[in-house]
Nanobody
Framework: EVQLVESGGGLVQAGGSLKLSCAAS????????IAWFRQAPGKEREAVST????????QYADSVKGRFTISTDNAKNTAYLQMNNLEPEDTATYYC?????????????????WGKGTLVNVSS
């Protein structure tokens, strides 16, 4: 059974940092592209960042470039999202997703496996 379990969310003040983790199981982790998406209350889900299966190609939404860093640890079957200089606009539930293809996408459609999300709340 494929599972993605996010952790690391919480309440943080603006300007602070959080590191999200996504623990994966049930599939060959290093053959899958990984993405982080987020959804704020009343808003559409949006892609935050993606990483190819070999870790060589990353993508970021313009709103998080220079502040967020995506990475993977194949030995631990875990993906991470380091979030620095957080802003109140980053408040959302963050979801990890896996795509059974090496190349990542900023579109949600190709991702068949999703975690249940972890809540990030940034106070001003």
């Amino acid at each position: 059974e494929v599972q993605l379990v996010e952790s690391g969310g919480g309440l943080v003040q603006a300007g602070g940092s959080l590191k999200l983790s996504c623990a994966a199981s049930g599939f060959i982790f290093n053959e899958y592209a990984i993405a982080w998406f987020r959804q704020a209350p009343g808003k559409e889900r949006e892609a935050v960042s993606t990483i190819s299966s070999d870790g060589g190609i990353t993508q970021y939404a313009d709103s998080v470039k220079g502040r967020f860093t995506i990475s993977t640890d194949n030995a631990k079957n875990t993906a991470y999202l380091q979030m620095n200089n957080l802003e109140p606009e980053d408040t959302a539930t963050y979801y990890c997703a896996a795509k059974g293809y090496p190349v990542a996408s900023m579109s949600a459609a190709p991702y068949k496996h999703w975690g249940k999300g972890t809540l990030v709340n940034v106070s001003s």
